[in-house]
């Protein structure tokens, strides 16, 4: 590597690698259950006008009882590993972003090794919605040092596990999924261009799930009190997120030397459609160049861009050469954003 040359935030830096680090292919897996705004008009005091207004959110997926995060982690895996045509043999690491794995240990990466019949490392991140950012970005790390040549990155999450189905704050807003990316070697000036990552452990009391840490384990009490869901301050939560997704995304941008008008997609977290159009005019990117799919699967969390990213692909908003920006926020609080040269 060479000298750093650009800040990335307080106590982070990036610098002008040997090589870079792209993404050869991308796939998703969904469950095929679909709730509907109508379906919980029948189980919380909401109408279908109600949500679609405040969210866009239409409908999402709902995982059967029987299937785990590993379940849909492994369906992407595999068909990404498929469609970049490399071999469980030929990863050199897995990283997992989940805030629903399988068990608190071991990492729901090394279950997902096994299952693909892999021999490298693996290890699970959690930074809540920003995960599969946060992983993305990692992965380049240890490919642009060289340590490196091939990484899978999974963003999944079933959150419908932890969430209130008696509370209509935040049982309209979750779906499950998962996708998956991977990762390989490219020339310098291909693949990642830059990226911006950041926290705020102060907002962490506004977005999480009280019960099920060192703090306060689960305990019947625990349960019967519902410590166990989200618990989320919506109002505030929104208005970070209004905020952070723009000005994450245009920092990214500035480190390429690029703006708003060099885009030729942008696929933000898919939480809610205000905040995707809050973010949009910030950038001043026109709407034809944002991907949406919240409608159809409302907040799937650390799976929510990957799976974007597989079906604008699909649509052709992403392309060979295309630049894209993805960008998120989540629970901690977390943000970031890159920009991909696809």
């Known amino acids: 590597m060479s000298e750093v040359t650009q800040p990335n935030g307080p106590g982070v830096t990036q610098v002008q690698c040997v090589r870079g680090a792209r993404v050869a292919s991308v796939a998703s897996a969904v469950p095929a259950q679909i709730v509907t705004n109508?379906?919980?008009?029948?189980?919380?005091?909401?109408?279908?006008?109600?949500?679609?207004?405040r969210t866009g959110i239409e409908e999402r997926r709902i995982a059967p009882p029987e299937f785990s995060a590993i379940d849909f982690a492994h369906e992407a895996a595999e068909k990404a590993l498929a469609r970049a045509q490399v071999s469980a043999d030929q990863l050199d690491l897995i990283v997992?972003?989940?805030?629903?794995?399988?068990?608190?240990?071991?990492?729901?990466?090394?279950?997902?090794q096994n299952k693909l019949g892999a021999k490298c490392g693996a290890f699970d991140l959690?930074?809540?919605?920003?995960?599969?950012?946060?992983a993305l970005t990692t992965a380049a790390q240890f490919i642009q040092s060289g340590g490196c040549d091939t990484v899978l990155v999974v963003g999944v999450d079933l959150l419908s596990r932890i969430t209130d189905w008696k509370d209509r704050t935040t049982c309209?807003?979750?779906g499950d999924g998962?996708?998956?990316?991977?990762?390989?070697?490219?020339?310098?000036?291909?693949?990642?261009?830059?990226w911006d990552l950041g926290s705020?452990?102060?907002?962490?009391?506004?977005?999480?799930?009280?019960?099920?840490?060192?703090?306060?384990?689960?305990t019947a009490e625990a349960v019967a009190e519902g410590k166990h869901y989200i618990a989320m301050n919506g109002r505030e939560v929104f208005k970070f997120a209004v905020r952070i997704q723009g000005e994450s995304a245009e920092r990214a941008l500035s480190r390429c030397g690029l703006t708003g008008a060099d885009v030729d997609c942008f696929v933000p977290h898919q939480a809610n459609l205000r905040i995707i159009d809050a973010a949009m005019k910030r950038l001043s990117i026109p709407r034809e160049k944002v991907y949406v799919n919240v409608q159809r699967?409302?907040?799937?969390?650390?799976?929510?861009?990957?799976?974007?990213?597989?079906?604008?692909?699909?649509e052709g908003f992403v392309f060979p050469g295309a630049t894209v920006v993805c960008c998120g926020f989540g629970a901690g609080l977390t943000w970031g954003s890159c920009v991909l040269r696809w």
């Open 96 to 112: 997992v972003a989940t805030l629903t794995p399988d068990h608190p240990f071991p990492a729901t990466a090394c279950l997902l």
């Open 178 to 194: 998962a996708g998956a990316a991977v990762m390989t070697a490219c020339e310098p000036g291909d693949g990642l261009l830059a």
């Open 200 to 218: 705020d452990g102060a907002g962490g009391p506004l977005l999480m799930v009280p019960a099920g840490g060192s703090k306060l384990p689960i």
């Open 297 to 314: 699967y409302g907040n799937t969390s650390g799976a929510s861009i990957p799976i974007a990213l597989d079906e604008a692909q699909d």
């Open 126 to 134: 959690e930074a809540g919605c920003t995960g599969f950012i946060y």
């Open 38 to 53: 109508q379906d919980l008009e029948k189980r919380v005091d909401t109408t279908d006008q109600w949500i679609r207004e």
């Open 172 to 174: 309209v807003l979750f």
